[in-house]
């Protein structure tokens, strides 16, 4: 399977920005089941410094700067990557607890790091009594897993309108709503409140118009998504609460981090400006 | 007569040390345990025991005044009182032989070389970490570990400035409670402590050989500057700003070192590089000291909602790496759980045998060590505390739970916390606590202390502080860290075992004149705005006074000259409206008693800036701002408002007298204010601010008292009165009386208060000031065209030395003084957009606080 990604955000600016910083998370990441075909990033007015490198997760990343007066903002990414996935046939895994134990005696820091919280990924009561519906003793831990994604697919409602970026999840699991980071933060929340490796996996997902209707143009959006560990013989796997699957090849992995704080896609801190206001088209289409 | 002095002298110990016994058992730092004093204290006893016990009161009064006025009390910096903690220094300093502290220099020095290892690796190859010497839950648990940090610091040594806190168990062994390595932790402090301390104690100290502090601070002046590679005036502390309760400790040590204090906002990021912005532009910073917490460094790479340091500091730091000390990051190293792996860390990093042992305690991030808490018997010992203690101040240290204190429920609650969040607690039990000798009126008392040490790095070393700060414990059967909110203190002496060279000022920085900036053109932005403000609020409250006092006085009839009610209460009425607040003034009856309910209301706190008690806050906080700009005797007389708390009363319940007596004061206390500033302040750039601010205020009351009182029509028989009122309130009566002998007439006010630019309370004396000061500034433009606030001024006052009093003074058809009224307008309109104008030209930088942006 081959896609384009095109990816389109433009900052419109009341007053004129004096100077902005930016870290842009727009690249695809090198990961073993994907080609990184072609990648291009255009961002306009052309910043005075721009240096890409690899984070600390691995993930491309660019520092932009911009130092001249600009009352709009444009980056513009466009990538095309194919996807190697064969379908996940999982029959059996081990149970959970015995999973938490080999990652907790594991060496090296593969796992470690990702069994730890982060600030928007925090355990509570409520989340660990969430996720111990699913995690029942001795359940293997990839059916705890996929029934947990399950019931936060139903369960919650999708609504772009209930939370921001800044939504606590304790808040989303009060409210029973929210998108795709949301749902992604909270089952995270919940694998690494019982000490289970997860990591938070951004990127995109190709979408389906309702039958008989064409594709609008700039509908899509960029995704997120979540992986956990299942012990030494299934390794990661990716899990999508918002849509109640296993990822594979519709799936476009662009980044993976502790959280949406080290992935997101474009962050930044500006000097002026006043208020703004944020257009963002995306598009992943097919291709041969 | 030897004789007797010998008897005083042991009556005099008798009341000094007659009680002094220490609990069997418990070490002492005064007296072993048969009641000798040791060896390290006896010159030090002997200095002080034949003083008099009425003078060792004196000396202890003495030493809580300079407490105070040196704002050692962090009261001074804080807007409010809330969660103050109180400062005092004991009399008594505590005090460390030269073999002892030999020993302790050894051991804390281990320990700051020891960390620095462990942060190197930690940001590094991560060995440890990989191998499990240390739990790598316990780093990745802790929001102190800054990821994005990775590598940055290539090639430097992270920790330049090293504290610890340490303490004696009851049999005199010295264990290690907790290390700072995020801040400088309060070394301002330590160095305030000995400032005011030796004020008092001085001849004592001198004559007890105790190692001076001054050689330490000096290395640092002349380590840092090679170490970031950078001039002296190129340093910087950043620091949170007023609002943080350390803002002393850090002010401190800036006045001390001679670095400039920066904000984060005062920077910026511009191509990799820090910059202040000052009045003149940008200026390069090459060296950061880092007394804020790494996290909220840095809003881009870092906690989005920290805005403590500039926005892509990390990126600065990756380009010059050294830039920041410490290194940020830093922080890690002081998670308590860290501990319990020092001895081997010793072992491997530094192939040393660790000499100075942690406390014992347990990190609970293992499910083992969580086990043994909740199997732990309810009455148990154990005290289960954060394993981050996020305070760097010397004393705060939160306290722990102790199992045996809580409720069933309680233990329940904090079962489940642990097993949800272990990594983030520790446990142990509470290891007692030595003491050492406290002086009070009733003589010395045995008291349990913990102490605060310094090191900084020098070379492939660190270097002691020969000093510290010892603090009172309290509470020493719960306590495992550092808790003395009280925040009594002693000095720490080090007995030097070596004649101490003579003492040497640190304030000797090698200056070199062709660079020096007589002008302060690289004064931050910031502080210039303060200063402004500081001008105008100090100005504002003397007319607000002149206005009361006036008013008040001039109810009664003086020299059969009736008082004029009618523009007392328009002139006071000016303050009210500009307050802006919702006032329902009493009825105007013509009655000398509603000026003086009005002049109750404008000393309530609800009338707006204005008003008295807005517009004294309002010079404290600028004041607060700037606190290490001002000299301490400007400072002292600012602060003497705080003081007395006549002016804070809700309503002023004084008498009319007692009313007058203290507005009196005020303005003399600002008088005194405006002359300290005249005569110490160097005439550059801050002063200039200071200045404008100053007449820029002037100027604007004086306009709109005249406009108010004289440009609407007049009642004739009302007008000589009123005159009075005028000349009373502009402090010009005399000056008017010695000129023209006869009673006012308005063409000969007007001049002498709007044209007469040799009258310092005239309006076009006030714009010729300004225009001066304008003209001086670093942006004002030398040719003739000028800059805009330049042309304002300029136009400003060729129409006051244009005007004619005469006509000013004509009245119109409709028996105004339409001539009088256009020009204050036009005066008015002017003072306002040069405030504008200047604010944009030289402030607006900092007022644009940066915004953080996501993609949604």
New interface residues.
């Given amino acids: 399977m081959k896609y384009q990604i095109d990816h389109k955000?433009i900052?419109n600016y009341i007053a004129p920005v004096?100077?902005s910083?930016?870290?842009l998370h727009l690249s695809p990441r090198v990961v073993p089941h994907q080609n990184i075909l072609s990648h291009t990033l255009i961002i306009d007015p052309a910043p005075?410094?721009r240096?890409d490198f690899v984070?600390?997760?691995q993930n491309p990343t660019a520092?932009v700067?911009i130092?001249q007066d600009h009352s709009n903002l444009q980056f513009h990414a466009q990538s095309q990557i194919e996807i190697l996935l064969t379908p996940p046939e999982i029959t059996q895994s081990p149970p959970w607890e015995e999973v938490v134990n080999i990652a907790?005696q594991s060496?090296?820091?593969e796992l470690?790091?990702y069994?730890?919280?982060s600030?928007l990924t925090p355990?509570?009561?409520e989340i660990?009594e969430y996720a111990k519906i699913s995690f029942t003793p001795k359940r293997p831990i990839h059916e705890a897993a996929l029934d947990l994604t399950a019931r936060i697919f139903t369960e919650f409602t999708f609504d772009n309108s209930a939370t921001?970026?800044s939504t606590p999840i304790s808040k989303v699991l009060k409210m029973k709503r929210g998108v795709c980071q949301d749902f992604a933060h909270l089952q995270i929340a919940c694998l690494r409140?019982l000490r289970l490796p997860t990591k938070y996996v951004s990127g995109y997902l190709l979408t389906h118009p309702p039958e008989g209707m064409q594709k609008l143009a700039g509908s899509d959006a960029?995704h997120a998504w979540l992986s956990v560990w299942c012990g030494n013989d299934l390794g990661w796997v990716d899990l999508d609460p918002t849509n109640n699957m296993i990822p594979y090849n519709e799936h476009i992995t662009f980044a993976y981090g502790m959280d949406y704080?080290d992935v997101?896609?474009?962050?930044?801190?500006?000097?002026?400006?006043g208020s703004?206001t944020?257009t963002?088209a995306v598009d992943v289409a097919q291709i041969q | 007569m030897p004789g007797n002095r010998k008897k005083a002298a042991e009556m005099l110990r008798g009341t000094l040390m007659g009680d002094y016994s220490p609990a069997a058992g418990t070490f002492d730092e005064l007296v072993t345990a048969k009641g000798v004093v040791k060896p390290g204290w006896q010159p030090f006893l002997h200095q002080f025991q034949p003083i008099p016990s009425i003078d060792q009161n004196m000396m202890a009064m003495k030493l809580n005044r300079h407490v105070y006025e040196n704002g050692l009390a962090h009261d001074v910096y804080a807007e409010t009182d809330e969660s103050a903690q109180p400062w005092g220094i004991d009399l008594f300093p505590f005090i460390i032989s030269a073999e002892e502290w030999s020993w302790l220099s050894q051991a804390v020095t281990q320990r700051a070389r020891l960390m620095n290892e462990v942060m190197k690796d930690l940001y590094g190859n991560?060995s440890l970490?990989?191998?499990?010497t240390i739990p790598?839950?316990m780093i990745?648990?802790d929001?102190s570990f800054l990821?994005?940090c990775?590598s940055l610091n290539q090639g430097q040594e992270p920790i330049t400035f090293f504290a610890i806190d340490i303490a004696r168990d009851h049999s005199g062994n010295w264990r290690a409670i907790d290390t700072h390595t995020e801040t400088t932790a309060g070394i301002g402090f330590a160095i305030a402590n000995r400032v005011v301390h030796t004020k008092v104690m001085g001849d004592i100290f001198e004559a007890c050989n105790i190692r001076r502090e001054a050689s330490f601070f000096q290395n640092i002046q002349n380590t840092l500057p090679g170490l970031f590679g950078a001039d002296d005036r190129n340093i910087a502390i950043l620091t949170h700003g007023l609002q943080h309760g350390n803002y002393f400790d850090h002010a401190y040590l800036a006045r001390y070192l001679g670095y400039k204090l920066v904000q984060g906002s005062d920077l910026?990021?511009?191509?990799?590089n820090v910059y202040l912005k000052t009045l003149s532009g940008l200026t390069p910073i090459d060296g950061i000291i880092r007394c804020i917490e790494g996290q909220r460094a840095d809003?881009?790479?870092l906690?989005?909602t920290g805005f403590h340091g500039p926005?892509?500091l990390v990126?600065a730091v990756a380009n010059k790496p050294g830039l920041v000390v410490n290194a940020l990051g830093s922080g890690i190293l002081e998670n308590r759980g860290l501990g319990a792996h020092l001895p081997e860390l010793a072992n491997s990093l530094l192939g040393e045998a660790l000499m100075l042992p942690e406390s014992e305690r347990s990190w609970l991030g293992?499910?083992e060590a969580r086990n043994k808490v909740l199997k732990a018997k309810a009455k148990s010992n154990l005290i289960i505390r954060p394993a981050r203690e996020l305070s760097g101040r010397p004393g705060l240290a939160r306290r722990g739970h102790r199992l045996a204190d809580l409720s069933k429920s309680e233990r329940q609650a904090l079962y489940?916390e642990i097993e949800?969040?272990g990594?983030h607690y520790v446990t142990e039990e509470s290891q007692g606590f030595a003491t050492s000798p406290r002086w009070t009126k009733d003589g010395l008392k045995p008291t349990p202390f913990a102490m605060r040490l310094y090191a900084m790095r020098n070379g492939d070393d660190y270097e002691m502080l020969p000093g510290g700060i010892a603090m009172q414990v309290d509470d020493p059967k719960t306590a495992v860290a550092l808790n003395a909110p009280d925040g009594e203190t002693s000095d720490i002496w080090v007995v030097s075992d070596q004649p101490t060279p003579p003492f040497r000022s640190l304030l000797k920085p090698n200056i070199n004149l062709d660079e020096t900036d007589r002008n302060n053109a690289k004064l931050p932005s910031r502080v210039a705005d303060n200063l402004y403000w500081l001008g105008r609020y100090t100005e504002r409250a003397e007319w607000t006074m002149r206005l009361m006092r006036s008013a008040l006085i001039q109810t009664e009839e003086e020299r059969g000259i009736v008082p004029d009610i009618g523009a007392m209460r328009n002139t006071l009425e000016i303050l009210i409206s500009k307050g802006g607040g919702n006032i329902t003034l009493p009825q105007d009856d013509n009655s000398p008693q509603q000026i003086e309910q009005i002049i109750r209301i404008l000393s309530k706190s609800d009338v707006g800036s204005f008003g008295l008690r807005g517009v004294l806050e309002n010079i404290l906080t600028a004041a607060r701002k700037i606190r290490d700009r001002l000299s301490l005797e400007a400072w002292n007389n600012l602060n003497s408002f705080e003081k007395n708390p006549l002016w804070w009363h809700e309503v002023t319940p004084l008498r009319r007298d007692d009313t007058i007596d203290l507005l009196n004061e005020g303005i003399s206390t600002l008088a005194a204010f405006s002359g300290i500033t005249q005569e110490n302040m160097t005439r550059n750039y801050s002063w200039r601010f200071l200045q404008i601010g100053k007449r820029l205020e002037r100027a604007l009351d004086k306009c709109e008292v005249l406009q108010t009182l004289f440009a609407r029509p007049l009642q004739k028989e009302n007008q000589v009165s009123r005159l009075f009122f005028m000349l009373k309130l502009a402090d010009s009566l005399i000056t008017y009386r010695s000129r023209y002998r006869f009673s006012p007439d308005l063409t000969l006010v007007l001049d002498l208060l709007i044209c007469d630019e040799s009258n310092p309370r005239a309006l076009g004396y006030q714009l010729s000031e300004i225009s001066n000061h304008i003209n001086a500034l670093p942006k004002s433009s030398p040719d003739q065209a000028g800059t805009e606030e330049q042309r304002v001024i300029l136009d400003a006052i060729t129409k006051i030395r244009l005007a004619n009093p005469a006509d000013l003074a004509q009245l119109d058809i409709e028996n105004g003084r339409s001539n009088l009224n256009f020009l204050l307008d036009d005066q008015l309109a002017a003072l306002t957009s040069l405030s504008e104008l200047i604010s944009r030209r030289y402030f607006s930088?900092t007022d644009?606080q940066?915004?953080?942006?996501?993609?949604?």
Avoid at chain 1, 264 to 273: A, E, F, N, T
């Fill in positions: 955000t900052y004096v100077q910083h930016h870290i005075a410094s240096i984070d600390y997760n520092n700067t130092e907790a060496k090296g820091l470690l790091p069994s730890c919280w600030l355990p509570s009561a660990l921001d970026v409140a960029s704080d997101s896609p474009i962050s930044g801190v500006l000097i002026g400006g703004q944020v963002v | 991560q970490l990989q191998n499990g790598p839950r990745f648990s929001p990821k994005p990775m910026r990021v511009v191509g990799g809003p881009l790479y906690d989005p926005a892509n990126q293992t499910a489940r949800m969040k990594e930088l644009e940066p915004i953080r942006v996501h993609t949604p």
